[in-house]
């Protein structure tokens, strides 16, 4: 493997396929061009130069399309040779990453190299800054609770949605783009299965996480993912006619809308 056109890290995943029984022929017809995963969003978008990573476009795309009434989607255990397939398939397809997915035929596998981009940035899309204030406003007292009524209930939704509009820019587009596609997936509970609280538990340690060296409690970010869903699930429902609409176009985007669009500042 020595002298190929990938990198340290490619050489050793290379390896441990060929342990495997994988072919590594793909990896050694060309390098992967995608620096996608583990990195910071900002260098994600300026290297696209793209408002929000392709990546993420293209999987919510595939997923609404292909995955809103797969039961338990996001819960499913996955392989993480299935997962890191597809990913190195993504990477090295600079131009058809859309097709790519399509061609998977597993919306559990797309689910999760989504959760997986989210999970190794190198910040999360809600930011370390904002732990403290998103986590505040879900830590209530027991006694607190147990009074609560709807209109609080609601209170706090919007007390979230608001701290969601004070994320930077870049950040917010993503993160509202997941969290549509997730309400979308909750209006489909009755054929999925799924709860606020399952998508809760499954998201929240991905999007929301302690600045180190801080535990994150994630108790609390499920909370919050909840009930920003909550919200969300209420707006998808509302806006059923234009969902309907946009989930009618075709799953891969303009390339000149979307792989070729001017320099944005980060």
């Known amino acids: 493997l020595d002298g190929c056109p990938i990198t340290k890290d490619d050489r050793n995943r290379a390896k441990e396929g060929m342990k495997r029984g994988y072919s590594i022929a793909p990896m050694l017809q060309q390098q992967i061009k995608r620096e996608i995963f583990g990195y910071d969003l900002s260098f994600v978008l300026q290297n696209e130069k793209s408002h929000i990573p392709l990546i993420v476009e293209e999987t919510v795309r595939c997923l609404e399309r292909q995955g809103m009434t797969t039961p338990h989607l996001f819960a499913k255990p996955i392989d993480d ?4 397939k597809l990913q190195i398939e993504y990477e090295q397809d600079t131009e058809e990453g859309a097709e790519v997915l399509l061609k ?9 190299l989504l959760r997986k981009f ?15 204030q998103f986590v505040k406003l879900v830590e209530v007292k027991a006694e607190e609770d147990e009074d609560e009524d709807s209109e609080d209930e609601e209170e706090r939704r919007m007390a979230l949605t608001a701290e969601v509009a004070k994320l930077p820019p870049h950040n917010k587009l993503a993160f509202e783009r997941v969290l549509h596609m997730l309400g979308r ?9 799924t709860s ?7 998201w929240g340690p991905v999007f929301l996480r302690a600045p180190p060296p801080r535990v994150t409690d994630t108790t609390r970010v499920a909370e919050v993912i909840t009930k920003l869903l909550q919200a969300y699930a209420v707006w998808n429902d509302s806006e059923e006619e ?7 176009q075709p799953i891969v985007p303009d390339k000149k809308t979307v792989r070729n669009v001017e320099t944005v500042s980060i």
């Not at 989210?118 to 403290?132: E, K, S």
Request: aromatic fraction near 6%.
């Open 242 to 248: 234009d969902a309907t609409s946009r989930h009618s």
């Open 118 to 132: 989210f999970a190794q940035l190198t910040q999360p899309i809600m930011t370390l800054d904002g732990y403290d």
């Open 196 to 202: 606020a609280e399952e998508l809760g538990a499954i």
């Open 185 to 193: 997936y909750l209006s489909h509970a009755k054929e999925n299965g």
């Open 81 to 84: 040779d299935s997962v890191r």
């Open 104 to 112: 998977c035929d597993m919306p559990d596998v797309v689910a999760a």
